[in-house]
T-cell receptor, first 114, second 112 residues
Framework: NAGVMQNPRHLVRRRGQEARLRCSPM?????VYWYRQLPEEGLKFMVY????????ESGMPKERFSAEFPKEGPSILRIQQVVRGDSAAYFC????????????FGPGTRLTVT | SQQGEEDPQALSIQEGENATMNCSYK?????LQWYRQNSGRGLVHLIL?????REKHSGRLRVTLDTSKKSSSLLITASRAADTASYFC????????????FGKGTKLTVNP
């Protein structure tokens, strides 16, 4: 039973390029969450999605960031025109029912903007 | 705003000793979850405790929750070098939002 899958594990982008981060939830899970972690910090919530719906995007920066979870395929976190401050580890988590259930995390994508 | 705050920020003990980490939070919660993160790796879920529970065990782990004091503790008994990691508490709030709010973590070092 595969866990949460994220790819790529490491991503290097130059300033101004686009970054696409992918997340496949655990089998049977329909709730996906994205978090960002800066060095020596805890994780900060970005967005919560269910299939074809954004439920809570209160943690997403207003510009350059977008997320989707299509009917088929993985969830995508997209960062346009990356800047150095976007360098961080981005974690995806999934759960099978939402509130009051465990969220299981993927290994993360480490984005470095040069 | 930061919800969970772990204490201490760093803890160094000898193998075989017990390690206790604390977490305080500010608002009403549905549940509180503890996670472990090894350096540069993803998070491993340890325990979820619901707001109507006071204590939970899993192997060498014991978690308590005191909603009147808005605090939780994680106890690791008979620690091993492999327990060296950062430990985070994360709260799931009441009120419909499903996001977890994390503290900055406690960095635990277990010396062989």
């Amino acid at each position: 039973n595969a866990g949460v899958m994220q790819n790529p594990r490491h991503l290097v982008r130059r300033r101004g390029q686009e970054a696409r981060l992918r997340c496949s939830p655990m089998k049977g899970h329909s709730h996906v969450y994205w978090y960002r972690q800066l060095p020596e910090e805890g994780l900060k919530f970005m967005v919560y999605l269910q299939k074809e719906n954004i439920i809570d995007e209160s943690g997403m920066p207003k510009e350059r960031f977008s997320a989707e979870f299509p009917k088929e395929g993985p969830s995508i976190l997209r960062i346009q025109q990356v800047v150095r401050g976007d360098s961080a580890a981005y974690f995806c988590a999934s759960s099978n029912a939402g509130t009051d259930y465990e969220q299981y995390f993927g290994p993360g994508t480490r984005l470095t903007v040069t | 705003s930061q919800q969970g705050e772990e204490d201490p920020q760093a803890l160094s003990i000898q193998e075989g000793e017990n390690a206790t980490m604390n977490c305080s939070y500010k608002t009403s919660i549905n549940n509180l979850q503890w996670y472990r993160q090894n350096s540069g790796r993803g998070l491993v879920h340890l325990i979820l405790i619901r707001s109507n529970e006071r204590e939970k065990h899993s192997g060498r782990l014991r978690v308590t929750l005191d909603t009147s004091k808005k605090s939780s503790s994680l106890l690791i008994t008979a620690s091993r070098a492999a327990d060296t990691a950062s430990y985070f508490c994360a709260t799931g709030s009441s009120g419909g939002s499903e996001k977890l709010v994390f503290g900055k973590g406690t960095k635990l070092t277990v010396n062989p």
